[in-house]
């Protein structure tokens, strides 16, 4: 069946540095969204990717979809306390109309 | 102010008990779904609605049951027949299925004692 998988699955970071997260479908999706969770919170809504080798950014992330509508990456620039969460990507189900496959999560420990 | 609301925040349930979380939502949204969250980990379908009066499984609908009488509401049951209920749960609604932003609510966190 189809998997969506992110990696790493934790990322430790140092203040002000930067760092990627990779999210990588066994199919092809029509778009992928992300979606960001704080500690003891719920998922918030990022953006959304369209389009192949779409590019999105919002102010120091950075989004990307790739050209074979695969893959997707979230890209932080300058990280701070405040990036500290989990970041899932998710895009709609190839089996079930109307549902969503969530990736298990990227989860980011910020270090001042 | 539109939103998607959950209650309790949380909840206590004893060994055996059936308990119904609560999801409401006034942003007129046709589709609706509830997710389970276990510490550390992703997020698992349990069910999910397109249309009102209809509604399907998720990946881990065992033990877990759930109506669509109204377009704004979209409770689900855990029952005693699940066997490990202990989680938070999160519901969330998007107003045209899975290629539209879902917004979520606050969750429940439900504890079994």
């Known amino acids: 069946g189809q998997q969506v998988m992110q990696i790493p699955q934790y990322q430790h970071v140092q203040e002000g540095e930067d760092f990627t997260t990779y999210c990588n479908s066994s199919?092809?999706?029509?778009?992928i969204q992300w979606y960001k969770q704080r500690p003891g919170g719920h998922p918030v809504f990022l953006i959304q990717l369209v389009k192949s080798g779409e590019v999105k950014k919002q102010k120091r992330l950075t989004f990307q979809f790739g050209e074979a509508k695969k893959n997707s990456s979230l890209h932080i620039t300058a990280t701070q306390t405040t990036d500290v969460g989990t970041y899932f990507c998710?895009?709609?189900?190839?089996?079930?109309?109307?549902?969503?496959?969530f990736g298990a999560g990227t989860q980011v420990v910020v270090t001042p | 102010d539109g939103g998607i609301t959950q209650s309790p925040k949380y909840l206590f349930r004893k060994e055996g008990q059936n308990v119904t979380l609560s999801c409401e939502q006034n942003l007129n949204h046709d589709a609706m779904y509830w997710y389970r969250q276990d510490p550390g980990q992703g997020l698992r379908l349990i069910y999910y609605s397109q249309i009102v009066n209809d509604f399907q499984k998720g990946d881990i609908a065992e033990g877990y049951s759930v109506s669509r009488e109204k377009k704004e509401s979209f409770p689900l049951t855990v029952t005693s027949a699940q066997k490990n209920p202990t989680a938070f749960y999160l519901c969330a609604s998007t107003p045209g299925g899975a290629g539209t932003e879902a917004f979520f609510g606050q969750g429940t966190r439900l504890t079994v004692v």
């Open positions: 199919t092809t999706l029509s778009n």
């Open positions: 998710a895009g709609p189900a190839t089996d079930s109309w109307g549902k969503f496959q």
